[in-house]
Every structure is written in structure tokens, then in C-alpha cells.
């Protein structure tokens, strides 16, 4: 199943042959592969970019190049971050040229809706993703891993691509150092100044190993954790008229799922955006909690709260206030409740909707 492939991919792609990746000699037996990249100070997308392709077939067992020998580099078979030139048609994926602008959206005729300048990791990304998943998740569907090509990107790669082309997440000033970023890691990782052996090309290694690991942890995560997930709360979100016959409330068989960004999703490709108001679910003691749905990007803005007479009153109180047995609270703020049984949750979510006549 996936969680023995994952513990055999995370073996296997971190540790096989890394220590031997830098490489300047070429095998006398048979034409080696080589990918080109610069030598000097590395950074976080040429890094990840090298892990990617080492992590397909006919890269596996490539040596890295890392010059800036226009010589050498024309007899690399593929090169990243150097070189002037973007055209995959010879393997060459560049972005410092002053005529490159690509994006994910722009390269993919807007299929892909990220407008970042992409970098070597995102060129690469773009052009072998797709074939990377195929090797990182090969048991699951091509919709999964469509689904994870496109939200890896956004939560992972664009950042990357961001940071590398000299992109602000804000226009704000910051109020605070963020400095443990990947990227800082990965800077962090070159050679000091003043060190008495400068050794990029070592620790150019680790920082692929750095990289690659962080790629294969977000990978794992979204198959094992984040996937299931998005199916339970599937099943949930189409059973919801079975709840009740409004739809507004949404019920969980388990709780302790990540449920939020899923619901929303769901809904918008059911075109029924802000439907569900209330979600109720069982918590780790085995009892009921209803609470409400928040409103997409506005933080702690509730698209409907529980009744504001309810709010900070619990137990015995709570079930004469309502009239339903076995109440355990509901938060000052109105966000979530807890009853002890399933159809006391649910009954809250019902008393909630009709008393606003929602």
C-alpha cells in the first residue's frame, strides 16, 4: 500500500547514492549523463532542481557539473539555473536571462494559475512533476496526483520560485526576521567567508539532501495524511441532504481530520459556495462537537455563529437553556459546542439554523 511505498521511497531516494551526486569525473565504460548547473554560492532551486531529475530514470545516476565553462556545460545532456538559455527542446532551464517571464500560468496557457516567475526548481517542475509524482507516488490515481502536482506547487515549489527571483510574499514591511525558511537553510549551508576550506561542491550535497527530503516529507504528507483526509470529508459533504435536507450541515463519521480547506473546495466545485454552516463531529473523549464553518480567508469570522444566548453558558445550564439533553458548553465566542451524544450535537446545529431562520 502507500504507507510501505513511502517507507521505502524515503529510504531509498534520500540515501541511495547521494554522497556520490557531485561529481567532475566521467565513466570510461559507457557515456555518463550529465547535468549541468553553476559553480560558487548554491541556492534552493538549483538545489531542489538537481534532486528532482536525479529522482527519474534516465537521471538516476547522472553526475552533477557545477561550472560556469560555457564549454563544459554544452556537453552537459541537460542544464539548470546557468547558462542564458531556456529551451526544453535541448534541455536547458534557465530564468536569469532578461527575455524570460515565465510563469506557471503563462507556460501552461493558464491551466496552472500561479503568476510567480517560475526558477530552475519551478522549470523543472514544470516540465518533469508530473513524471517525478509518477516515481514518489506510483500507486496512487492520476487524479491524486494530479491533485498533488498542483497543490505541491502552490505550498511548496512557488515559494521557492519567489524567494529566488527576489519576490515578497507582501508589499508590508515585515514586523519580524523570518530566517528558517528552506531557502535561508539551504544559504546557510555555503561556505562561510573565512572558512579555510571553501567546499561548494560538498556542501552543495547536503543541500540537495536538505532539499529532497523536504520535497519527499510534502509528498508523503499529502498522500498519506492530506488525501485520506479530502475522501472523508467527500463522503461527508455528499451525504450532507441526509443530515438535514437544507445541506447546511455537514457530519463527519470520525473527527481529528483536517476538514476546512477540503469543505471548501467541495463546495465550490458543487457551485454551492457558503452552504454548509455547521459541521458536527466526534472528539478524542467520545463526545459531540458542533462547530461552525469560518469564512474563507476572513480568520475567526464565522459564517454563521452558534445563537449568542448559548455563548459561555455549559452543562445542566446550557441543556435547560436549549432544552437538549446532555449539553457540555458552547465557546464565548460562538464558534464550536459539545454535547455528550451524536443527535445532541446534531440538534444544536438545527436549533442554531432556525433560530436565525437561515
Not at 539548470?80 to 501552461?108: A, C, K, N
Not at 519551478?122 to 508530473?130: K, P, R, S
Not at 567546499?199 to 523536504?214: M, R, W, Y
Not at 452552504?275 to 467520545?286: H, K, P, Q, R, T
Request: net charge negative; glycine share 8%.
Amino acid at each position: 500500500g502507500i504507507n510501505a511505498e513511502y517507507g521505502y521511497f524515503q529510504h531509498y531516494y534520500i540515501t541511495n547514492n547521494l554522497s556520490k551526486m557531485v561529481q567532475q569525473e566521467y565513466s570510461s565504460k559507457r557515456p555518463c549523463i550529465r547535468i549541468g548547473t553553476h559553480s560558487g554560492t548554491f541556492h534552493c532551486d538549483e538545489a531542489l532542481a538537481c534532486f528532482m531529475l536525479k529522482q527519474l530514470p534516465e537521471y538516476k545516476d547522472a553526475s552533477i557539473v557545477r561550472t560556469r565553462d560555457a564549454a563544459q556545460l554544452s556537453e552537459c545532456d541537460i542544464v539548470v539555473d546557468v547558462g542564458g538559455v531556456y529551451d526544453p527542446s535541448t534541455h536547458r532551464y534557465d530564468h536569469h536571462q532578461r527575455s524570460f517571464e515565465g510563469t506557471m500560468s503563462s507556460l501552461t496557457d493558464g491551466k496552472m494559475n500561479f503568476n510567480t516567475k517560475l526558477s530552475s526548481a519551478g522549470l523543472v517542475y514544470l516540465h518533469f512533476g508530473h513524471r517525478l509524482l509518477d516515481q514518489l507516488m506510483p500507486d496512487s490515481s492520476d487524479d491524486h496526483k494530479e491533485i498533488v502536482y498542483k497543490r505541491l506547487y502552490e505550498y511548496f515549489m512557488e515559494e521557492i520560485d519567489a524567494v529566488d527571483n527576489g519576490i515578497n510574499a507582501t508589499e508590508e514591511k515585515p514586523k519580524y526576521h523570518v530566517t528558517t525558511t528552506i531557502g535561508g537553510r539551504v544559504r546557510a549551508l555555503n561556505p562561510a567567508w573565512n572558512d579555510a576550506i571553501q567546499d561548494f561542491d560538498g556542501q552543495f550535497e547536503k543541500a540537495t539532501e536538505l532539499v529532497g527530503s523536504e520535497l519527499v516529507n510534502r509528498v508523503d504528507g499529502m498522500v498519506n495524511r492530506w488525501l485520506p483526509a479530502l475522501e472523508i470529508v467527500r463522503k461527508a459533504f455528499n451525504k450532507r441532504h441526509e443530515i438535514h435536507s437544507t445541506g447546511k450541515i455537514v457530519k463527519f463519521e470520525q473527527g481529528g481530520c483536517p476538514w476546512k480547506e477540503h469543505l471548501y473546495q467541495l463546495e465550490t466545485e458543487a457551485g454551492c459556495e457558503g452552504e454548509v454552516l455547521f459541521v458536527i463531529y466526534a472528539d478524542s473523549a467520545g463526545s459531540w462537537r458542533v462547530q461552525a464553518v469560518g469564512v474563507q480567508g476572513e480568520g475567526f469570522k464565522n459564517r454563521l455563529s452558534l445563537p449568542e444566548k448559548w455563548r459561555g453558558v455549559r452543562d445542566e445550564k446550557l441543556s435547560e437553556l436549549t432544552g437538549i439533553p446532555e449539553c457540555i458548553f458552547v465557546h464565548a465566542t460562538g464558534f464550536i459546542g459539545g454535547n455528550k451524544r451524536e443527535e445532541g450535537a446534531l440538534e444544536m446545529a438545527r436549533q442554531a439554523l432556525q433560530m436565525t431562520e437561515v
